[in-house]
Structure formats: structure tokens, C-alpha cells
């Protein structure tokens, strides 16, 4: 997924291509980033069909916002298990996809939490979430939850990765919100009694900045507000 990041987007195709799974469906999509070369898509398109049975290109004529962009990715795609990588993020190992995969048909679980490498631009680097959290979601998931809905959100969508089980049982993400889709899901899935699966895995090195960064969005803080008033009246 990308939005005025695709110069970043080369170190994902190699992390990508890198990977020893290969049988998955490859969507390549950007959210109206205003002057984008296509070509630019197009190209690390066809070095991914080298590897890959189908790969797409998706390009939004205007901007959606990250929920609406993520449901229709989610459209568009024909598989089992949802893996998504933003441009600049990489896969940990060569190994990493395949992990995902095994992992996440042996626990059967709607959404599985993995842990991510945060790289930070000083060159530290620092895993999460914490071990802790498995814990949590295996022996109080439902506490877990109201505490992630009064606090702040644990998971991570750059980590945390879903399954069509989920979409069809209850929807795509809540267009309501235009930036945050994955802690609203993790807080409903968690207080509906559904299990979140955990892997102390570490699958993704992530790029700190944009709602990762330390200066939050205000249109983050608006979807925060909305999701609360929406779970408050569930």
C-alpha cells in the first residue's frame, strides 16, 4: 500500500521477491498520490510476476483515506489470509511470509498478532509488541479489549494480519473512520468474544513516521473519539 511514499517502494518489491512462499496474489495500490507515475507500479509489477501467479496494480483517482483504501484492497483480493506491507516496510527473513501462513492456518484464529521490528531514523531498533501481550489476549481477552478501547491500541496493523473468515462474518472496516481501520477491529473482535491469535515471530522491520511517528495526526485522534463513541453504543 502506498501514499506519497513510492520511492520507498523498491525496498519492499525486494523484500517481497525475497520470499521463499510463493503462492499468493500480489496487489500493488495507491491511494491517489497526486503526480504518481504509474509506470513506476507497473514495472515492479512485472518483476513480480517472474515469482508470482497474478499481481495487480490498483490506483485510486483521489484519496480515500487508509480505511477505505484498505477495503477496497480487501475487494480486490482473492485469497485466504490478508498480509499487507506499506512501502518502506520489509519482511524480517526470507522466511517470513511462509511463517505467517503456517501459523495462521494452524491457530484458525480470525486475526493473528505477530511482532514487528520498529527502525527508527537514528538507527535504533526496537520490537513490539510485548510478550505480554500474548499473554493477555490468550488468559483475558475480553478484559484486554475494554482495556485497549480506554487506553491506547497494543497491536498493530503493520503486524496483525486477518483472514476473509473475518470480512465475512462481520464486514469490511467501518468507513466512519478515515485513517485508523485496525484498532477498531481488534477492540470489536476482542469484546464479541473472538480470539486474536499471537506469534512471538518477528516479521516486519517498519519505518517510524506518518501515524507511526511521534506527532499524531488530528484526524487519528477524531477516529480515536468516533470508534469510542461507537463501541460505547454497541
Known amino acids: ?137 490468550l488468559f483475558a481477552p475480553k478484559k484486554f479489549g475494554e482495556k485497549m478501547l480506554r487506553t491506547k491500541n497494543y497491536l498493530s496493523g503493520c503486524c496483525t494480519f486477518t483472514t476473509r473468515k473475518l470480512y465475512e462474518k462481520y464486514g469490511l472496516h467501518d468507513e466512519r473512520l478515515r485513517l485508523v481501520e485496525d484498532y477498531p477491529c481488534f477492540v470489536k473482535l476482542l469484546l464479541k468474544g473472538e480470539r486474536i491469535g499471537f506469534s512471538p515471530l518477528k516479521v516486519i522491520e517498519h519505518g517510524m513516521g506518518g501515524v507511526s511517528g511521534s506527532s499524531v495526526s488530528p484526524q487519528v485522534l477524531k477516529d480515536i473519539e468516533i470508534m469510542r463513541e461507537i463501541m460505547a453504543v454497541r
Open 1 to 137: 500500500m502506498i501514499y506519497r511514499n513510492e520511492k520507498e517502494l523498491d525496498r519492499t518489491i525486494a523484500s517481497v521477491l525475497e520470499q521463499d512462499f510463493t503462492d499468493a496474489q500480489v496487489i500493488i495500490s495507491d491511494d491517489g498520490t497526486p503526480g504518481l507515475d504509474r509506470e513506476i507500479l507497473e514495472k515492479a509489477a512485472d518483476v513480480l510476476r517472474m515469482k508470482f501467479p497474478e499481481v495487480l496494480v490498483n490506483v485510486n483517482e483521489q484519496n480515500l483515506g487508509t480505511v477505505a483504501h484498505i477495503n477496497r484492497v480487501i475487494g480486490m483480493a482473492k485469497g485466504e489470509y490478508f498480509v499487507s506491507c506499506c512501502a518502506g516496510d520489509r519482511f524480517v527473513s526470507a522466511s517470513s511470509l511462509g511463517s505467517i501462513v503456517r501459523t495462521m492456518k494452524s491457530n484458525g484464529a480470525m486475526a493473528t498478532a505477530f511482532r514487528r521490528i520498529d527502525v527508527y531514523s537514528d538507527g535504533n531498533r526496537k520490537a513490539r509488541p510485548g510478550i505480554w501481550v500474548g499473554a493477555a489476549l
